[in-house]
């Protein structure tokens, strides 16, 4: 199902029970987008923002997820040039001005609440695509553990447990660490990328065998990071890795 207006009122019939609404009188919910206070009882988005973020639709990548121009593509430009240690994605937002805001403050003014009405799109635009693919582990993709100090949290992680939640599938914080504090991406071409990131990642809950993993990430850019991820865990016996993220930019 895609977010329209019968599955906004899905998200806002969410907010129904007795601990919530006390929850909201202590602590009001602010809409991720414009952060202003959203009645109670309203959902995790006010009714003006819903519209402002772009949920991605078909005809869209068979294997990252990124939207395309025209339905008789398959695959982006991106998926056509290069191979992938994925096996197929799925991005919920257009990575556009009003995404990006937000994620900034739920990244670094701990706005954690966000993840809740983050989670909600999540389950909404790729619930069924999620259930199709009988996951039995999810997977945040991991904060080294410096920035995970500097944060106080990785926001991937919240983002998988809300998920697993809502999904009913194990999450796994402890599977794999970062054991190399690799600059940020966004800072280098996709060559300086992929060294970047070569062992980057490392297995070290070694008494869980997964065989479809669920991968989540905030943002999807050139996939490097999934791909690093994916590699490290096909080399111990994954067979397939998917990933899910909030936001990927342009059409290609
Ligand atoms: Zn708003
Ligand atoms: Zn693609």
């Given amino acids: ?10 998200i806002k019939n969410g907010a129904g029970n007795i601990g919530k609404v006390l929850l909201n009188i202590i602590y009001p919910q602010t809409c991720p987008v414009c952060q202003k206070i959203i009645p109670i009882g309203e959902g995790n988005i006010c009714r003006d923002c819903l519209g402002k973020l772009k949920p991605i639709k078909n005809p869209r990548c068979l294997k990252c997820g990124k939207p395309l121009e025209e339905a008789r593509i398959e695959y982006c430009r991106d998926c056509r040039r290069k191979k992938h240690s994925y096996d197929g994605g799925r991005c919920v937002f257009m990575y556009n001005k009003e995404l990006r805001e937000s994620i900034y403050r739920f990244k670094y003014n701990n706005k954690r609440e966000y993840a809740q009405f983050y989670v909600d799109a999540m389950v909404l635009q790729c619930g069924d695509w999620i259930r199709r693919k009988q996951i039995d582990g999810i997977l945040p993709v991991p904060l080294h553990e410096k920035r995970l100090l500097k944060r106080g ?9 809300g998920l697993g939640k809502r999904l009913g ?3 796994y914080s402890k599977y794999m660490v970062r054991q190399r504090n690799t600059v940020a991406q966004k800072q280098l071409n996709e060559k300086e990328r992929q060294k ?5 990642f490392k297995i070290v809950q070694n008494d869980v065998k997964l065989k479809r993993i669920l991968l989540v990430d905030d943002i999807y850019t050139t996939g490097s990071t999934v791909d690093a991820v994916a590699r490290e865990l096909k080399q111990h016996g994954v067979s397939e890795v998917y990933f899910i993220c909030l936001g990927t930019s342009g059409i290609n």
Avoid: C, D, R
């Fill in 169 to 171: 599938v194990p999450v």
């Fill in 153 to 161: 949290f990785n926001q991937a992680q919240v983002l998988a447990e």
């Fill in 1 to 10: 199902m895609e977010i329209g207006s019968k599955s906004f009122e899905k």
């Fill in 196 to 200: 970047n990131l070569k062992k980057a």
